[in-house]
């Protein structure tokens, strides 16, 4: 079975800090991808990642960025957090040559 | 630009009482229809995909179909366990050439026994 781990199931940070999001996949896949998951909105692309050191912007990157050094590990970074990050951030990876996705369990963040 | 939206926005079912959740997509070049099923404070878990309209697929009570507009969910005698959000999207592609999945907002199952 295919494993998506995500570093914290719940974080609480004060505007202004940085933050890093960190996700692990156990099957050796090449596209890795970060969401954001809000009530009313569902989820949203963040940044996603088709290689070691590679990504691409998704719909909403403003105030993100990411990080992959190792093809099984791909970060989210919140430079400076600000209170509309307060969300629900979901992990998911897959193989290049199969559309499905798979999704860690997810790390709620609230920023004060 | 891509749209999917689901419909009903909730639904409550009593146990044994079947039902379909709805969800229409304006996908340019869809390249597959997904279907998810979501605890509340949990990641998304797959359930189906579909690639051309006609086809079906079964799991337990669930069946999903497939139009050229829409999909549905049917789900059969269900239990209080298929209490969950049901999530749909459609894969298109981006001005960089890859892939990516845009989601409808969801439908929330509660069944009751």
Not at chain 1, 58 to 76: A, T
Not at chain 2, 32 to 45: I, S, V
Request: proline fraction near 4%; charge should be neutral.
């Amino acid at each position: 079975d295919v494993k998506v781990t995500q570093s914290s199931r719940y974080l609480v940070k004060r505007t202004g800090e940085k933050v890093f999001l960190e996700c692990v996949q156990d099957m050796d896949h090449e596209n890795m991808f970060w969401y954001r998951q809000d009530p009313g909105l569902g989820l949203r692309l963040i940044y996603f990642s088709y290689d070691v050191k590679m990504k691409e912007k998704g719909d909403i990157p403003e105030g993100y960025s990411v990080s992959r050094e190792k093809k099984e590990r791909f970060s989210l970074i919140l430079e400076s957090a600000s209170t509309n990050q307060t969300s629900m951030y979901l992990c998911a990876s897959r193989s290049r040559t199969d559309p499905d996705q798979y999704f860690g369990p997810g790390t709620r963040l609230t920023v004060t | 630009e891509d749209q999917v939206t689901q419909s009903p926005e909730a639904l409550r079912l009593q146990e044994g009482e079947s039902s379909s959740l709805n969800c229409s997509y304006t996908v340019s070049g869809l390249r597959g229809l997904f279907w998810y099923r979501q605890d509340p404070g949990k990641g998304p878990e797959f359930l189906f995909t579909l690639y051309s309209a006609g086809e079906e697929k079964e799991k337990e009570r669930l069946k999903a179909t497939l139009t050229k507009k829409e999909s549905f969910l049917h789900i059969t005698a269900p239990k209080p366990e298929d209490s969950a959000t049901y999530l749909c999207a459609g894969s298109s592609f981006m001005n960089t050439g890859f892939q990516k999945l845009v989601f409808g907002t969801g439908t929330r199952l509660l069944v009751s026994p």
